[in-house]
Structures are given as C-alpha cells and as structure tokens.
C-alpha cells in the first residue's frame, strides 16, 4: 500500500468527526506495520484525547510489542505543546515509533513545523504531504480559523429546479428537497458548531435549527436581528437544544438567549467583523449559514464563505425570491444525486490540487 492511500484513511477517519470537536481540528491516524493496520483512530471531543492517542490505545494487546516497528500516519502534523491534553510527539517518542508520515502542518502557531521538526531531532523518520487532497479541504478548515481568526463558514441552501428560495406567496407551503436531502442537513448539523440564520427566517418558517433527523449533538442557534423583530416566543427558544445567541440592536433584550448588542442597522462589513469575532471567541470554528436570502447574499458580498453546498430540487415555482449566485470564481468540487434532487459542493478558493 502507498502512503497516499493510508493517508486517505486517515482523511476518512478524521471526517467521522462531529461538532465537538469545537475549535479542534478534525484529526484521524493509523498505525501500520508491514502493510497490515494495527491500529486506528480520530479526534472525537476537544479537550478529550488526540487521533494519535485513540490510535494507540486500538492496538490490540498481541500487537502491541509491534509498535515501534510500525508507521504513524496522522492526517495532520502531530502536535507538540501541552494544550488540554499532553502533546503527541511526546508520545510518539515514548512508544518508540521510527517513522511519521502526515499530510499538511498545523497551522497553530507554536506547532506549524515545530511538530514535525521536533520528531526529526529525536531521530524519526518524517514525510509531510502538504499537497494531499482529501486532507486539504478538512485542515483548510482549521486554517482559516488560527490565521483568520474566523470560524470555516458553509453556506447551505436549496432552490427550486427554476432557481427560487421560495415561491410568492410566502403563505404557501413548500418543501424544495426530498426527505433524504433533509436528513443529510441533519448530518451535517451534527457537525458543525452554529447554524446562522437571519431574524426574517425565524420570523417566516419558524425552524427548530436543530439535528433531530439525525443521532450526534445539536449545534447552537445564532440569529442575526439587527432591527428587533425576534419576540422571544419563536420555536428556537422553546426548543430543549443548545442556547441560542442573538446578535441585536435591543439593549437588554429579554430573550431566552445570549445576546450581544450590535449598534449597526446593517450588515456592513464592520458589523461582519465584529459578529465573526464573537464567533471565533466562543470557539465556534465551524458555522453553517443557512439563509435567509438577504443574509447568504451579504455573506457572498463580503467574500466571507469558504464551503457551499446547494441543493436543487425537481419542483418549479414560476416566480419567487430567487435563490443566491455564486461568484463565477467559485470552484465546484463535486455534483452529486441524492434521490431526485441534486446536490452541488462549491469552495470559494482556487482548485485544490488532486
Ligand atoms: C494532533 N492530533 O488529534 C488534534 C491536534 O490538547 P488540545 O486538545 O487543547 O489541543 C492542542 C492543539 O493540538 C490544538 O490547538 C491543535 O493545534 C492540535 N490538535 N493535534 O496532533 C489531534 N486534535
Ligand atoms: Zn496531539
């Protein structure tokens, strides 16, 4: 088997992570030894153990005298500082492990090359693969939050096969997506920390925002409603999830929420920058906006999205709120069916290489 392939594993592992990996990255390792996986695992909780850590702790007791004889492939550099858990070259040092293999550096200042070089000074054999795929789009992620000081932000939407968020008549019910796409929504509300909506939309479908369609933990509501429109009877507040944060122009607003008073009537780019980094201070390093239409294209104006996935449906309305575009830059990484709809990854930044 080629490093790369392993590597791959470690990718999958790694993507096997839900939300409270909080402002963790997503990390996944195996062990090999001559060809044969000894031992795998990856970083579920922060401040709980590391993918190197539940890796090891795998290996079953007949193979564990092999673990010094075997490679540690890691989807990420190993860390190397005491954070809330003891740094992995420590332990890698101490099992005796010969050689390391992982794909790109952490971008966290104090590691970024200090791990890897770490390893090399005590003798290790190490191989970095900066330009592997599958890992780049996972570690983008954690990049964008330690240099930016951002959280990774998705944007989901669906629109109607003619390209509507929703019909006219606001009155109607509708559904875009068909059941499957719904409970994949689900499964990626597990996986990420908050999911952002605009107070209109609370206003307009009343969501629970949580991940009842599928088993994992339930991310934080947050709702911008920069003109007050929120009365505090609405489904997020009464829903048992996480506590919502409500970004408000209101003094004391007396929400069932945290809220953070914002004096800017609009989403300018200062209001943008403030909000974000509130986001990045509660540790939210991955932040899902799933409308309404005035706040994905504002989010799209500001250039401030890194992931899109956007389903379309069979159904057309004729006429309606018509759905956001993408900026001709973004790049499409895949199209895929789910059912009857379709489903459309985009990233804002260039083409990853293979
Ligand atoms: C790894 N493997 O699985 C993860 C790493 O001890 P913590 O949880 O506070 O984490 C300290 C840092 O370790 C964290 O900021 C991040 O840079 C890195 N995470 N490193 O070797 C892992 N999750
Ligand atoms: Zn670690």
Redesign the pocket.
Same mark, same amino acid.
């Given at each position: 088997m080629k490093n790369i392939d392993i590597l791959g594993r470690t990718a999958q592992l790694a993507s096997l992570a839900d939300s409270r990996v909080r402002d963790? @990255?997503r %990390?996944g390792a195996v062990l090999l030894h001559e060809g044969r996986i000894i031992g795998e695992g990856y970083?579920q909780v &922060? /401040?709980q153990a590391? &993918? $190197?850590v539940n890796c090891l702790d795998s290996v079953a007791a007949a193979d564990r005298s092999l673990i010094p004889e075997s490679v540690m492939y %890691?989807s990420? $550099? @190993?860390?190397c +500082?005491k /954070?809330? #858990?003891p740094a992995?070259t420590g332990l890698i040092l101490k099992e005796h492990i010969r050689k390391v293999v992982f794909a790109q550096r952490?971008t #966290?200042d104090e +590691?970024s090359g200090r791990g890897a070089g770490i390893l090399r000074e005590a003798g290790i054999r190490v191989k970095e693969y900066p330009d592997f795929g599958p890992t780049r789009a996972t570690n983008a992620g954690r990049s964008v939050f330690t240099t930016e000081h951002r959280p990774f932000i998705l944007l989901k939407y669906a629109q109607s096969a003619d390209g509507f968020l929703r019909p006219k008549d606001r009155d109607r019910s509708y559904w875009i997506t068909n059941p499957i796409s719904r409970r994949l929504t689900h499964r990626w509300r597990t996986q990420t920390n908050a999911v952002l909506v605009g107070a209109r939309t609370i206003i307009d479908d009343d969501p629970q925002l949580n991940a009842r369609l599928f088993p994992g933990p339930d991310p934080r509501p947050v709702v911008i409603d920069l003109r007050d429109r929120l009365t505090g009877k609405e489904g997020i507040f009464q829903a048992g999830g996480q506590r919502p944060l409500v970004f408000t122009g209101r003094k004391a607003a007396k929400l069932k929420a945290d809220t953070i008073e914002m004096k800017d009537k609009e989403l300018s780019k200062k209001a943008f920058r403030r909000i974000m980094k509130k986001l990045y201070e509660l540790k939210l390093g991955h932040v899902t906006v799933e409308g309404g239409a005035t706040l994905l294209h504002a989010f799209l104006e500001h250039g401030l999205w890194d992931e899109a996935r956007v389903f379309t449906g069979t159904g057309r309305f004729g006429t309606g709120l018509p759905a956001p575009v993408l900026p001709a830059t973004a790049h499409l990484v895949r199209r895929e069916r789910i059912g009857t709809d379709t489903l459309a990854v985009y990233t804002r930044q260039q083409k990853l290489k293979p």
């Amino acid at each position: 088997m080629k490093n790369i392939d392993i590597l791959g594993r470690t990718a999958q592992l790694a993507s096997l992570a839900d939300s409270r990996v909080r402002d963790n @990255p997503r %990390v996944g390792a195996v062990l090999l030894h001559e060809g044969r996986i000894i031992g795998e695992g990856y970083h579920q909780v &922060a /401040g709980q153990a590391h &993918a $190197e850590v539940n890796c090891l702790d795998s290996v079953a007791a007949a193979d564990r005298s092999l673990i010094p004889e075997s490679v540690m492939y %890691v989807s990420l $550099e @190993p860390c190397c +500082i005491k /954070g809330r #858990t003891p740094a992995c070259t420590g332990l890698i040092l101490k099992e005796h492990i010969r050689k390391v293999v992982f794909a790109q550096r952490d971008t #966290t200042d104090e +590691i970024s090359g200090r791990g890897a070089g770490i390893l090399r000074e005590a003798g290790i054999r190490v191989k970095e693969y900066p330009d592997f795929g599958p890992t780049r789009a996972t570690n983008a992620g954690r990049s964008v939050f330690t240099t930016e000081h951002r959280p990774f932000i998705l944007l989901k939407y669906a629109q109607s096969a003619d390209g509507f968020l929703r019909p006219k008549d606001r009155d109607r019910s509708y559904w875009i997506t068909n059941p499957i796409s719904r409970r994949l929504t689900h499964r990626w509300r597990t996986q990420t920390n908050a999911v952002l909506v605009g107070a209109r939309t609370i206003i307009d479908d009343d969501p629970q925002l949580n991940a009842r369609l599928f088993p994992g933990p339930d991310p934080r509501p947050v709702v911008i409603d920069l003109r007050d429109r929120l009365t505090g009877k609405e489904g997020i507040f009464q829903a048992g999830g996480q506590r919502p944060l409500v970004f408000t122009g209101r003094k004391a607003a007396k929400l069932k929420a945290d809220t953070i008073e914002m004096k800017d009537k609009e989403l300018s780019k200062k209001a943008f920058r403030r909000i974000m980094k509130k986001l990045y201070e509660l540790k939210l390093g991955h932040v899902t906006v799933e409308g309404g239409a005035t706040l994905l294209h504002a989010f799209l104006e500001h250039g401030l999205w890194d992931e899109a996935r956007v389903f379309t449906g069979t159904g057309r309305f004729g006429t309606g709120l018509p759905a956001p575009v993408l900026p001709a830059t973004a790049h499409l990484v895949r199209r895929e069916r789910i059912g009857t709809d379709t489903l459309a990854v985009y990233t804002r930044q260039q083409k990853l290489k293979p």
